[in-house]
């Protein structure tokens, strides 16, 4: 860290947000619309912050098992002894492998469609609408959409609603890949503790991963809890066959476009430019939003620091440098490709088709 890269945090920070009204006033309506997924998530992985909602997410898992799990897969890779040093899983590296095991295998259920209490099935339930959740301050799940559908067996009415609150999804353990991650992503920061960083990632064709930040190897870590994936980012394109247009990841403090890490195939990359009008709308956007979530960063979480020098430096550390070493570049090692099966795992094989995930 030198003192220019100190000077140029604090120049991020002091961008004057009168530049950005006009730009703001000046968008299209489809660009509104596009860059409303950057705004609705940008403040995303806030909400694993909150000490009392990890002790409740390690309460509600066995970490006995996983610790145990960390121990062996530890002992199957010094057995193996086949990869370098540099690719080697440390221990905070395998909790994380494990505890993907874990939330797939043992927690989280996949929901295509909920099942009819009285039928105890889900074969002849059909969606009939959707209607809005009650408003948040009401409501400590915080659901979003509530899903209605009807068991035309029994004429049962069922509804399915859309919960936000990750703590609710430590009760429900239920849901699609929005509910999955969102859960997945408190146990992990919970575990791992409130030190270490993860990120939301959104892709604008409809699914959701995560990532966390490696020390040991020094990057950031693609991670799909549906799939029980593990550094493996080109599971979309190459795997599932999954064609994209946009990727962004949400951290603590920064939004990035990371659709250069996660589209890998150029035939699977959708047409930008059919959604946003130019790439100076998503440059400026980004600017402006990276502005206003370093201010947040800067006055919230910052302000147990006095000194200013001090405030900067760290701002500079925790957000700045992790954001700008990211898009000079850095080394991916992928998931061996043989030990994943083809497809989408998540969710009915007629869905996965009809979503173009199905790998073929
Ligand atoms: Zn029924």
């Not at 890269?5 to 991020?12: G, K, S, Y």
């Not at 950057?38 to 909602?53: C, E, G, R």
């Not at 002849?124 to 409501?139: E, K, M, Y």
């Not at 080109?234 to 250069?260: A, I, P, Q």
Request: include cysteine; charge should be negative.
């Amino acid at each position: 860290m030198t003192s220019s890269d100190v000077e140029h945090t604090a120049l991020l920070l002091s961008e004057p947000a009168s530049e950005y009204s006009l730009f703001l006033s000046s968008l299209s309506d489809q660009d509104k619309q596009f860059l409303g997924l950057v705004s609705s998530n940008a403040d995303f992985v806030y909400k694993y912050q909150n000490p009392l909602s990890h002790d409740l997410a390690l309460e509600s898992i066995d970490l006995e098992k996983i610790y145990e799990g960390v121990e062996r897969r530890e002992q199957e890779q010094e057995e193996r002894g086949d990869q370098s040093d540099k690719e080697k899983l440390d221990f905070q590296d395998l909790v994380v492998v494990e505890l993907l095991h874990f939330f797939r295998h043992s927690f989280f259920k996949w929901v295509n469609k909920p099942e009819c209490p009285h039928c105890k099935s889900d074969e002849n339930i059909q969606g009939v609408g959707v209607t809005r959740g009650p408003p948040a301050s009401q409501d400590p799940d915080e659901v979003g959409r509530i899903e209605i559908y009807k068991c035309t067996k029994c004429g049962q009415q069922v509804t399915f609603p859309r919960i936000n609150n990750p703590v609710s999804l430590l009760r429900t353990k239920e849901g699609r890949c929005g509910e999955w991650v969102n859960c997945f992503m408190l146990l992990l920061q919970a575990t791992l503790g409130a030190d270490v960083q993860i990120r939301y990632i959104v892709n604008y064709e409809d699914h959701v991963w995560c990532e966390y930040y490696s020390t040991n190897l020094k990057r950031w870590v693609h991670l799909d809890p549906c799939e029980d994936a593990f550094d493996n980012p080109t599971l979309y394109c190459e795997n599932w066959g999954k064609s994209m247009s946009w990727v962004f990841g949400f951290g603590l403090g920064y939004v990035v476009d990371l659709s250069d890490k996660y589209i890998t195939k150029p035939d699977k990359q959708l047409d930008k430019w059919a959604v946003v009008s130019h790439p100076s709308v998503v440059r400026k956007y980004l600017e402006y939003t990276n502005n206003q979530l370093l201010k947040k960063y800067y006055t919230e979480r910052l302000n147990g620091i006095r000194d200013e020098a001090s405030r900067l430096l760290a701002l500079s550390e925790e957000v700045v440098s992790l954001k700008e070493n990211e898009l000079n570049g850095s080394p991916t090692r992928t998931a061996n490709k043989n030990d994943v099966p083809k497809g989408r795992q998540s969710g009915s094989a007629e869905w996965t088709k009809t979503r173009g995930e199905a790998g073929e």
